[in-house]
């Protein structure tokens, strides 16, 4: 999953020295695993998977030869349901596609992994 998570991000065109100040981020222990709700998509092999902890969407990456096949939209479902409002901390990149599934944006939050980036903040109201 961390492999995947590093291939998803590394995705967007950021550079090694960038990455590699996102690797503790990216990279998923199996004590993260135990603390909520997660969802794999797979197909022969992982294409992407999601996240839920406490109404936080802490996790949501597809493999980049997955991208644009819905399998995205089908984890965001997925980790929707069941909660009245998902908070969502969404890498700049992946905001077009957080506000095409009908999240609202609510703010933004500094990155842990880079100092002074910004990162937008959503909510997906449930109904």
Do not use: N
């Not at 291939?7 to 950021?14: D, F, L, P, R, V």
């Not at 902890?53 to 929707?80: H, K, T």
């Amino acid at each position: 999953m961390s492999a995947l998570a590093f291939a998803s991000k590394s995705s967007w065109g950021y550079d090694g020295a960038f990455m590699e100040a996102c690797r503790a981020e990216l990279t998923v222990h199996p004590h993260d695993l135990e603390r909520g709700r997660v969802r794999v998509a797979v197909d022969g092999e992982l294409l992407g998977f999601s996240g839920v902890i406490d109404g936080d969407l802490e996790w949501l990456f597809v493999a980049p030869d997955a991208m644009g096949r819905g399998v995205g939209a089908a984890l965001l479902d997925d980790a929707c349901a069941g909660q009245s409002v998902l908070r969502v901390e969404a890498d700049p990149h992946a905001a077009g596609f957080y506000e095409r599934m009908g999240a609202r944006r609510i703010g933004e939050v500094e990155s842990g992994s880079i100092p002074g980036r910004a990162l937008p903040v959503y909510e997906i109201a449930v109904s």
